[in-house]
């Protein structure tokens, strides 16, 4: 009777042994936790930088001409994305000649292109809306602007300046910087 139950235990811890070395049951699902940063960005402004030729008129003529795009990029990711942009010019100079920066006219245009939310607001939307160059960052003329929208916000519009040449200007190839900045 021993042989037996010895032959019994045996087979009985065999096949305990199968049992619980049988494989796990694997998880449906697991989960990752990931983490990242946003952080703030910048907010830049870019336009050619020339030169741009707006071609010739005689004294008393004008010009007009294109002079973009002009593009503000708003990277800061707060809760608005509000910004102004605003463009002023020094006087035009051939040589000891010049044309003052209030002989030329500034037109925004509408916007070439945007992103984000908010509310996109040119300057001056049309050429009859045109208003003349101021000289310095103080006197600078609002170029087009951004209200509203959360995160950041991009706009392109091309600009178009007028050139009223004086009655009195001198024959020349005159040169002068229109400057976009934004805030």
Request: negative net charge; contains cysteine.
């Amino acid at each position: 009777m021993r042989k037996r139950f010895a032959a019994l235990t045996s087979v009985c811890a065999g096949a305990l042994t199968v049992v619980l070395a049988a494989p796990a049951v694997a998880a449906p699902t697991a989960d990752t936790i990931v983490t990242f940063t946003v952080e703030a960005g910048t907010l830049d402004i870019a336009a050619p930088p020339g030169p741009i030729d707006l071609g010739s008129a005689p004294p008393g003529g004008t010009l007009t001409g294109p002079i973009g795009p002009v593009t503000v990029t708003d990277t800061r990711g707060g809760a608005t994305s509000t910004w102004t942009a605003t463009v002023y010019a020094t006087d035009f100079t051939a040589g000891s000649l010049t044309i003052p920066f209030s002989a030329v006219e500034y037109w925004s245009g509408e916007l070439d292109s945007g992103t984000g939310g908010g509310t996109f607001i040119p300057g001056q939307l049309v050429e009859a809306d045109a208003v003349p160059l101021g000289g310095t960052p103080a006197t600078a003329v609002p170029a087009f602007s951004h209200t509203g929208g959360t995160g950041g916000s991009t706009a392109s519009w091309t600009p178009r300046l007028i050139v009223n040449i004086p009655i009195t200007a001198q024959v020349g190839d005159y040169t002068g910087t229109v400057t976009h900045q934004v805030a």
